[in-house]
């Protein structure tokens, strides 16, 4: 696992956890801040699964 994996997961987590914060006291501005926040974790994860596959191939 590489640091881009590590830290797009973490960033998953912590947006996953500024949404559901944001649906339970219902502040619609946390909730669209943490879900954005996870699609870019999913994103750095994805980068880093790439250069991973990269490494893994030369």
């Given at each position: ?7 797009g997961?973490?960033?998953?987590v912590?947006?996953?956890v ?7 006291v ?33």
């Open positions: 696992m590489n640091e881009d994996q590590v830290k997961k973490a960033k998953q912590v947006g996953q500024k949404q559901t914060t944001g649906k339970v219902g502040n619609k501005s946390l909730e669209n801040k943490g879900r954005l926040q996870k699609s870019l974790g999913e994103l750095q994860e994805d980068v880093g699964d790439i250069k991973e596959e990269i490494a893994r191939n030369h």
